[in-house]
């Protein structure tokens, strides 16, 4: 892969987490049983992001959570799912307010499987989407709530979130794959 564009610096990241974090606030008429999940790997960064930010608005912690979608996904076999990942989802949400957290929303079948994750674990109130980047091409009739970037892409490229804490710098690029 070739990196073709960096769509968001450092600056930018920070100011959709900040924006996101207001909406989510105002959406919500504030933070009372929120609970932030993020999709492992990289919406745990973001999600712990978002929480310390609408901690500091809130002046209220948060708990923020993750969950590994693993052994909900569709493309793998069942025998190949490790057993012990299964119950990374070990927290209460009945009548909570979910925030699913992901980096980037594309075909949707990532916040299907977290979807699925979270209804075998409880019954929510209600579950809302928040993403860096949404860049379309969906297979299930999937919408984010919040959305830090909206980048129309082709389905020759791949859009890549990166977050300090995974990847030592924090940027958004578009990259084109070449086969």
């Given at each position: 892969m070739?990196?073709?564009?960096?769509?968001?610096?450092?600056?930018?990241?920070?100011?959709?987490?900040?924006?996101?974090?207001?909406?989510i606030i105002e959406r919500n008429r504030g933070v009372d049983d929120l609970v932030l999940v993020g999709i492992r790997t990289r919406g745990i960064p973001f999600a712990e992001r978002l929480g310390k930010k609408?901690?500091?608005?809130?002046d209220k912690n948060l708990d923020v959570k993750y969950i590994d979608i693993t052994p909900y996904r569709d493309d793998l076999e069942p025998d190949s799912v490790d057993v012990e990942v299964k119950e990374s989802l070990d927290f209460d949400i009945t009548d909570k307010t979910v925030i699913l957290i992901d980096d980037v929303l594309y075909t949707?079948?990532?916040?299907r499987a977290a979807l699925d994750a979270i209804v075998h674990s409880g019954r929510p109130k209600k579950?809302?989407?928040?993403?860096?980047?949404d860049r379309?091409?969906?297979e299930f009739p999937i919408r984010p709530d919040f959305?830090?970037?909206n980048v129309p892409t082709s389905q020759d490229e791949?859009?890549?979130?990166?977050?300090?804490?995974?990847?030592s710098e924090d940027m958004v690029v578009i990259e084109k794959?070449?086969?």
């Open positions: 070739e990196t073709k564009a960096v769509i968001m610096d450092e600056s930018a990241i920070k100011r959709a987490i900040t924006r996101i974090s207001h909406e609408i901690s500091e608005i809130e949707g079948r990532t916040v579950v809302q989407l928040a993403v860096m980047i379309g091409h969906r959305v830090g970037k791949a859009v890549n979130v990166m977050f300090e804490e995974v990847d794959n070449f086969k």
